[in-house]
């Protein structure tokens, strides 16, 4: 299907052309994931705020409610999703923090947290410290492993700098260094403070390390690198964009308030009233430098967090599963959803009948077994990172025993996965509500595309046949 978008519109016409205007790339691309936010939280938030940013973007812009971030839903495939393409059978990017079956021990966890960094206490304490990062034997050799390397397949921001653009990007930990891709040279600028160094679960504290994010962007805008950056810019970047942490730290400590719809709480109205004043001034500073209406702006959230009812709520020892699979298990990560590596893959079909007689204490939904190589999955007899079981718990059960959390995300539930999701620029006279199924996936073509580059330039577009998200096709 995405040959259908080789030849679409945005394709670059000669200057004499008398081909319509509208078909003129953009110069710019800004994408912002306001991690947490919900297709829902958009309509309440509208209905609460009529003169908001965010509603004024509506106004020229596309809304996809039905859009659906990765599964699971952690943040790196959320992130990788939207810059690559592809989804985690293709990109090998399963999860932060996960089993890699080929790292050097061998067998051992890709750790990209704020482990990484020289000391996730500080703001900005150097970035990634090497003598952190897991090794992987390649070609014959021990080396190290970034988290650009895990991914298999190229990402964005290298197809957009491999034609001589620039590229700007600020997220939570300087394990993002993982969207410079596999190639390690996506980014001309990197900002990655460390969000570890906040309190945790302290709503304005979040909002004050986001005004870090905001205050990059802006800088972009001046074509001026931000404090405590990787790399130079010398013009406005191509792309640009980062991501808003606060109203995804609003939600997992406060959630929704246990009435009718599910209203926000108090600290989520508060984030979300930052993020879209945030969005405000990025608007306004594309105005003031005549850049608005060359510039496309998406807001697509990596993730969600459920459950959105708190009635649903609830929380299990991740002990519980590994124990219930009866078997030796090597690995395991856990949040709204359990990933589990088995010692011996062919214990497999043990562990899934052990867990299903677990149902119960578990809260468990669903095992699925990835050895029969469930459709969308991939298999983990031919790679390295495809878990064998998936755990899928009872709707609003979070697999933690901490005691600091309302909601979670990396799980396949809607209140996960069913993201906000909008494109929004002047140049689009007619506002639309697609709220047919759509995937964040589809924002990757969208953003090489918009700039007049070929979306088949993106190997996880060309290997899931990935098109370009509608209205753009
Ligand atoms: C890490 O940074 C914190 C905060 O600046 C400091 O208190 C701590 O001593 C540092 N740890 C190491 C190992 O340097
Ligand atoms: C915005 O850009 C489009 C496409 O290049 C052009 O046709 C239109 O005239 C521009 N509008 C303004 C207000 O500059
Ligand atoms: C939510 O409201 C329902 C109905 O009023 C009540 O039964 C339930 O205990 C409440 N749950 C929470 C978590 O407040
Ligand atoms: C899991 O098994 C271990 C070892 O037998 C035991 O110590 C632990 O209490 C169990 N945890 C749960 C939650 O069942
Ligand atoms: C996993 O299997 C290996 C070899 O097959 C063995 O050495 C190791 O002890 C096993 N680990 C567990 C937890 O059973």
Not at 99 to 127: C, H, K, M, V
Not at 249 to 254: D, E, L, N, R
Not at 425 to 451: D, G, H
Request: overall charge negative; hydrophobic content about 40%.
């Amino acid at each position: 299907m995405y040959i259908q978008a080789l030849v679409f519109a945005f394709a670059a016409l000669p200057s004499a052309s008398a081909a319509p205007k509208r078909n003129e790339p953009y110069n710019h691309v800004a994408v912002f994931s306001v991690d947490g936010l919900h297709a829902s939280d958009i309509d309440k938030y509208i209905a609460l705020r009529p003169n908001s940013s965010i509603a004024a973007l509506l106004k020229t812009g596309y809304q996809y409610s039905g859009a659906y971030t990765s599964a699971p839903s952690d943040s790196f495939p959320g992130t990788v999703a939207q810059f690559t393409g592809a989804t985690p059978r293709t990109t090998g990017v399963w999860y932060d923090d996960i089993w890699n079956r080929d790292i050097f021990a061998p067998g051992s966890d890709s750790d990209s947290t704020e482990d990484l960094d020289y000391n996730s206490s500080q703001l900005f304490s150097g970035g990634i410290n090497p003598a952190n990062l897991p090794k992987i034997v390649k070609n014959g050799q021990c080396v190290l492993q970034y988290p650009h390397d895990r991914l298999q397949v190229n990402t964005v921001f290298e197809v957009i700098k491999a034609k001589g653009k620039q590229t700007a990007y600020v997220d939570k930990h300087p394990a993002y260094d993982l969207v410079r891709g596999p190639s390690g040279t996506g980014l001309s600028t990197g900002c990655f403070p460390e969000i570890a160094s906040i309190p945790g679960n302290n709503v304005p504290a979040v909002i004050a390390y986001d005004q870090l994010h905001v205050n990059a962007f802006l800088d972009y805008l001046d074509a001026t690198v931000p404090e405590h950056s990787e790399g130079t810019l010398t013009a406005v970047p191509a792309l640009f964009g980062g991501n808003f942490q606060s109203v995804n730290v609003a939600q997992k400590t406060y959630g929704y308030q246990n009435a009718t719809n599910f209203p926000f709480t108090a600290p989520i109205l508060e984030a979300i009233d930052f993020v879209d004043a945030s969005l405000g001034a990025v608007v306004n500073k594309l105005k003031s430098k005549g850049l608005y209406n060359d510039t496309l702006i998406i807001v697509a959230s990596k993730h969600g967090n459920a459950p959105i009812n708190p009635a649903l709520f609830g929380e299990v020892d991740p002990a519980q599963i590994t124990n219930a699979t009866g078997v030796a298990v090597e690995w395991q990560t856990s949040d709204d959803i359990a990933l589990v590596f088995l010692n011996k893959s062919s214990t497999t079909a043990t562990a899934v009948a052990n867990l299903d007689a677990d149902r119960t204490a578990g809260k468990i939904l669903n095992s699925m077994s990835l050895m029969a190589g469930i459709k969308g999955f991939g298999s983990p007899i031919n790679n390295p990172f495809v878990p064998d079981i998936i755990v899928q718990p009872d709707h609003g059960i979070i697999y933690t025993t901490s005691k600091k959390k309302v909601e979670e995300h990396g799980g396949l539930s809607a209140d996960d996965r069913n993201v906000a999701c909008f494109v929004s620029s002047p140049r689009i006279r007619k506002a639309k509500n697609f709220t047919q199924r759509v995937f964040t996936t589809q924002i990757a073509p969208l953003i090489v595309e918009a700039l007049g580059i070929d979306s088949g330039e993106l190997e996880g577009v060309r290997a899931e046949g990935t098109d370009i998200l509608p209205g753009f096709d």
